[in-house]
Each structure stands twice: as structure tokens, then as C-alpha cells.
């Protein structure tokens, strides 16, 4: 804190691993917006998907305030589109940078984690747009095979993927890091990245289409 305070930072902030969203004030505050005169949309940017599994009535009071306020269509139907980071199918990689990702549970099970919060999403017709790389620094072809895996876990559920290829930010965890490249991209990463277009080119089977 001395150090801190030296340097001009004289703001604390306490927090714990152990955060839990307040369901009753987060739908009040979204209630608030969508009231608000002149709101015709409201579109969400990111969430995460280990509150809505610790607590899937979020998405109950959350589904009908954001439905009537979404742009989205389909086949007349509303649906509600948010950006999920899903990271990589392999709990080794995830335990090793991530594992804050599945709080409060164990990220030891990451898979099964994503594929439990993206079916309670679907089941308020909320269809993620869900991003997972490929190329991290020490990842293996054995963990390159898990997030295939995951990936054919989820090829019926209604969602969007956006494969990407590991790109460092600065002042994180990997900010020192290699980005990963096309040319050094090997064959079992560019089956991962076919297979994820080739999902979300023929969604037909989950009843979802990009035209």
C-alpha cells in the first residue's frame, strides 16, 4: 500500500473468489434501462458461464426484460445473442491460465461446464457467440484434441463459433508471449478451425441460420 500510494494510487478495492451476482438487482438494473424512454434495443456484450450455472434463474428474470428490447430475428422468433469466452476444451490449459473462468466451481471439469451453461442458455433462447482459440504458448496436441471434442460435444446445441488464434495482451498473464501465426498453424489446428466454420456455415442443424 506505501508503494502504491507513492506512485499517485490511493484508491483499495477488497473482492474474494467467492462473488456471487445479485440475481434481484442485476434484472432491477436491467428493468431500469429497458423503461428508460427512447431504449428501442439493448444488445449485451459478454458474459460468463459459471454464474449462470450456479444460478440459471438469472436468466429467468433476466430473458423477458432482454427479449422485448433485442434486435434479433429469426424466423420472426426472437432470440438474444451474447459474446461467451469459451477459451480452449482442455481443463489443463484452462487450470494453468484461466481457472477463475469457472468459479465457483472446479475448472477441472471445463467441458462439461460449457456444455451445461450453454444448454441452459438455449433454454431461454439465448444462442451464445462463443470465441476459442487455438496456439497458446505451451498448448499440446493432446490438448488441441480436447477442444475438438468439446467442439463435436456442442455441434447440436444453438450457438455461434468464432475460432481464434492466440494473440497476446499486454500486461496479462502470457502479455510476453509468441503469438501464434497461419504459418506455423499445424494440421490439428486447422481441422479445429474448419470444424468450428463448417458449424456455424451449416447451422441448420440447430435450426439457426446465417442467412
Not at 471434442?149 to 497476446?168: C, G, N, Q, S
Request: charge should be neutral; include cysteine.
Amino acid at each position: 500500500m506505501v508503494v502504491n500510494h507513492k506512485y499517485g494510487i490511493n484508491k483499495a478495492y477488497k473482492s474474494y473468489d467467492g462473488f456471487i451476482p445479485n440475481r434481484k438487482e442485476i434484472a432491477k438494473l436491467y428493468g431500469t434501462i429497458a423503461s428508460y424512454g427512447g431504449v428501442e434495443y439493448i444488445c449485451l456484450s459478454h458474459a460468463s458461464l459459471a454464474p449462470i450455472i450456479y444460478d440459471p434463474k438469472i436468466l429467468e428474470k433476466l430473458t423477458p426484460i432482454l427479449m422485448e428490447k433485442t434486435i434479433r430475428r429469426l424466423r420472426k422468433k426472437r432470440y438474444i445473442i451474447v459474446e461467451v469466452g469459451i477459451e480452449t476444451g482442455s481443463p489443463r490449459l484452462m487450470k494453468k491460465h484461466m481457472k477463475g473462468k469457472a468459479l465457483p466451481f472446479s475448472v477441472d471439469n471445463w467441458p462439461e461446464l460449457v456444455c451445461q451453461g450453454i444448454g441452459i442458455m438455449n433454454d431461454y433462447e439465448w444462442y451464445p457467440l462463443c470465441t476459442i482459440m487455438t496456439g497458446m504458448p505451451d498448448e499440446t496436441e493432446e490438448d488441441i484434441i480436447a477442444t475438438l471434442e468439446l467442439v463435436d460435444r456442442l455441434k447440436d446445441a444453438k450457438m455461434f463459433f468464432t475460432p481464434v488464434l492466440f494473440i497476446p495482451l499486454e500486461d496479462a498473464l502470457l502479455g510476453k508471449a509468441r503469438r501464434s501465426s497461419l504459418e506455423r498453424t499445424t494440421e490439428l489446428q486447422w481441422e479445429f478451425i474448419a470444424n468450428c466454420w463448417n458449424l456455424c456455415y451449416g447451422c441448420g442443424h440447430s435450426g439457426i441460420s446465417w442467412l
